[in-house]
């Protein structure tokens, strides 16, 4: 089911020229901003806000379809540590942020919401790149 007032659901939020993969349950995308290299955006594809909301066996293979972007991840960045964030305060509707935290992390310490800088954003052959990059390491490592 898709709610029409959701961003997730429409389709307009995260852009769909940053979509990297299809694992299932979830969709797999590049997120905006690469100030971070490699944060990816994995959302479920269908509305739901909250984990207990979802049948377990969904959760389950949905942590797994997680897991697997973030073993890629770490694999693909060398990072010296992953974050998983499960907000949903701006976008209600069951999104990880999986971001590779590398070792010249300017802010190692601090979840990335709180590092102020200027968004990277990407185009043209190196956001192009960097997606077919990591759609063959998932079909690789997953
Ligand atoms: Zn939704």
């Known amino acids: 089911m898709k709610d029409t007032t959701c961003n997730a659901c429409m389709g307009?939020?995260?852009?769909?020229?940053h979509l990297i993969t299809d694992?299932?349950?979830?969709?797999?995308?590049?997120?905006d901003d690469q100030?971070?290299?490699?944060?990816?955006?994995?959302?479920?594809?269908?509305?739901?806000?909250?984990?207990f909301q979802l049948a377990s066996t969904e959760r389950f293979q949905?942590?797994?379809e997680v897991n697997r972007v973030a073993m890629t991840l770490a694999e693909v960045y060398q990072a010296r540590k992953m974050n998983y964030e499960l907000l949903g305060n701006q976008v209600p509707h069951i999104h990880w942020?999986?971001?590779?935290?590398?070792?010249?992390?300017?802010?190692a310490m601090?979840?990335?919401w709180r590092v102020p800088h200027r968004s990277v954003l990407l185009s043209g052959s190196v956001l192009q790149n960097t997606i077919d990059r990591l759609a063959h390491a998932l079909r690789m490592i997953g």
């Open 110 to 112: 601090e979840p990335v």
């Open 35 to 51: 100030f971070f290299p490699g944060w990816t955006v994995v959302v479920f594809q269908r509305h739901a806000t909250e984990l």
């Open 97 to 107: 942020h999986v971001i590779p935290r590398l070792a010249d992390d300017p802010a």
């Open 62 to 64: 949905l942590i797994e």
């Open 23 to 31: 694992l299932g349950l979830s969709k797999v995308y590049l997120h």
């Open 12 to 17: 307009s939020w995260p852009r769909q020229d």
